[in-house]
C-alpha cells in the first residue's frame, strides 16, 4: 500500500481541528473531524485518533476479529472523550467524527460517525462507503432537497451523531473486498463541502500520481474558499 496525506487548516480557522493517522504495520487509515469550542474540537479528534493508535493494536494481538476490534476501539474512543468532556467544564459538548479503515489481506473495514468521508476508486469510477450522520443527509435521504442543494445548504454542518457528545454511540461498519490497483480517499467536510463526487474523481484521475492528485484536491478546495479546515488521505492498494 502506497499512500499520501494532507492535513490544512483552511484560509478562515485559526485552528486546524482534524487529525489523521496511517499504521502500514496494521494497515489503518484514520481520519477526524473535531468540533467545540476554544480548543476542544483540536483534543477531541486527537483524543480519537490517539485511542485507535493506542487500543486497535492491542486488541488484535489479543485475537480479536478485525472488524469487532476496530468498532470496540472507536466506542472506547467515545467514553474516553465523553468523560473528559464532563470533568472539564471549558471541554463540555466537545465532540468529532471518525472514519477509519482497517485493511486486512484483501478485506477493507471501514468504521464510521459522523461527516468524514471514505471513498473507493475503482476502474475509473468512484463510489462512497460512507454515509454522512449530518441534517442534510437526512433531507437528502427523505427527498427534502437534491445533491447540488446539499452542497450550499446553509446547516450542513449539523451532525447527527458525533463521537463523545454522548455516553454511548452507534457506529456504522462496512466492509468490502479490495483488489490491487484500488484507490481509498479518506476527507473531512472541509474538501467535500467544495468538491462534489464527480470532481473527486476527475481531481484524482487526471493527476499522474497520487501525490500530485491530493495536493490538486487541496488546491480547488482552498481556491473555492477553503472555510473549513481540510484532511485528505490517498492510499493505492
Known amino acids: 500500500m502506497r ?19 496511517i499504521s502500514p504495520e496494521i494497515g489503518l487509515l484514520a481520519v477526524a473531524d473535531g468540533m467545540g469550542g476554544h480548543q476542544a474540537g483540536e483534543i477531541a479528534s486527537g483524543m480519537a485518533i490517539q485511542t485507535l493508535e493506542r487500543e486497535l493494536p492491542h486488541m488484535l494481538r489479543k485475537g480479536a476479529l478485525p472488524e469487532k ?12 472523550i465523553y468523560e473528559l468532556s464532563m470533568q472539564n ?27 468524514s468521508r471514505a471513498y473507493l476508486l475503482r476502474n475509473g469510477e ?28 446553509p446547516q450542513r454542518n449539523v451532525l447527527t451523531r458525533a463521537l463523545g457528545t454522548e455516553k454511548s454511540v ?15 480517499l479518506l476527507c473531512t467536510d472541509g474538501l467535500t463541502r467544495y468538491l462534489s463526487q464527480e470532481e473527486l ?15 490538486n484536491l487541496l488546491c480547488k478546495a482552498l481556491q473555492s474558499g477553503g472555510a473549513d479546515n481540510i484532511t485528505i488521505i490517498l492510499a493505492e492498494i
Not at 3 to 20: A, Y
Not at 70 to 78: H, I, M, P
Not at 170 to 184: C, E, N
Not at 201 to 215: G, H, K, M, Q
Open 69 to 80: 476490534a476496530l468498532v470496540d476501539s472507536v466506542k472506547q474512543a467515545n467514553v474516553s
Open 201 to 215: 474523481l476527475s481531481v484524482i484521475n487526471n493527476a499522474p500520481d497520487i501525490n500530485t492528485a491530493v495536493r
Open 126 to 153: 468512484i463510489s462512497q462507503l460512507t454515509q454522512d450522520h449530518s441534517l442534510v443527509q437526512e433531507l437528502l435521504r427523505n427527498g427534502g432537497i437534491n445533491e447540488e442543494q446539499a452542497l450550499q445548504h
Open 3 to 21: 499512500w499520501t496525506q494532507v492535513t490544512d487548516t483552511g484560509l478562515v480557522r485559526k485552528v486546524n481541528e482534524d487529525s489523521l493517522y
Open 89 to 115: 467544564q471549558e471541554l463540555r459538548g466537545m465532540g468529532t467524527t471518525i472514519t477509519a479503515c482497517l485493511k486486512q489481506v484483501s478485506k477493507l473495514f471501514v468504521a464510521h460517525v459522523g461527516d
Open 170 to 184: 452507534q457506529v456504522d461498519l462496512y466492509s468490502l473486498r479490495i483488489s490491487s490497483g484500488d484507490l481509498l
